[in-house]
């Protein structure tokens, strides 16, 4: 049985016009047309809907029963349709969103507030990787928006423009150095540093440029977030290289000084990372839109 929703609106509409003249006029067809619609329902329902005579029609007791059901129905069909038009305009449905942790601590919390308190009905599912990790799951499809440091991650991922940070020397208050205001890293080369996840982009833009300057780069030990790095840099156990806007978050509380690198690394631009713009779903277009902002 296939059950037309024209037909079942031309029902609801004859039942509540008491005459399917009437009915066929409101929604917009002709009487030969709506007489034949309902004749074809009552075949497929197999019961007469109307008792016809010379003096007009008659709802039937299996019409009065179908009239809720049909009723039931189109709100149903009505409901769907409101709710996919809800998930084209993005404004319900879920976003799966990596970023590297430079991105995470410095910018995402408050776009994030915003853009949930606009959309309380997207769910936004957001995963800390490093940025090689973050460019293969945007290209294999494990997440729809990817946010990590500028380079070249390949043809199956296309980048855009976020954000600028800028990387800082991380140390104790009570360091020889902390009285400068800037250094260079070949000046702190002979020190031990506390590093960042393995493969990350801060590791390898300390490696590089230890490489450049000839020294090698004393890396102490490798943690998994800036919290744990500070951690580790006030308890004398090295120094650290992070972004100014996460330091901050430190500094204060754990007694940290932050020295700027005079390094042409150091400013950095964030990206945002997408397989392509036209295969995004609605709610991951509006959010990137609204990152972008």
Partial sequence: MRLDPVSLRLFVAAMEEGAIARAAEREHLAASAASRRLADLEQQLGVALFARSNRGTEPTAAAY???DLARGVLNELDGIATQMRGFGAGLRGHVRVAANISAITQFLPAQLQRFMARHPQVDVRLQEQIST????????????IGIL???DYGERVTLLPYRSDELVLVLPAGHALARRRRVRLAEVLDHEFVGTHPGSAINAALARGAAEAGRPLKLRMQVTGFDALCLMVAAGLGLGVM????ALIYRSALGLRTLTLAEPWAQRRLMLCVRAQGELPGVARHLVAHLQD
């Fill in 149 to 151: 440091a500028e380079g």
């Fill in 65 to 67: 029963a179908l009239l």
């Fill in 133 to 144: 990790a973050i460019a293969r799951s945007v290209a294999e499809n494990a997440a729809d």
């Fill in 243 to 246: 972004p100014r806007g996460s």
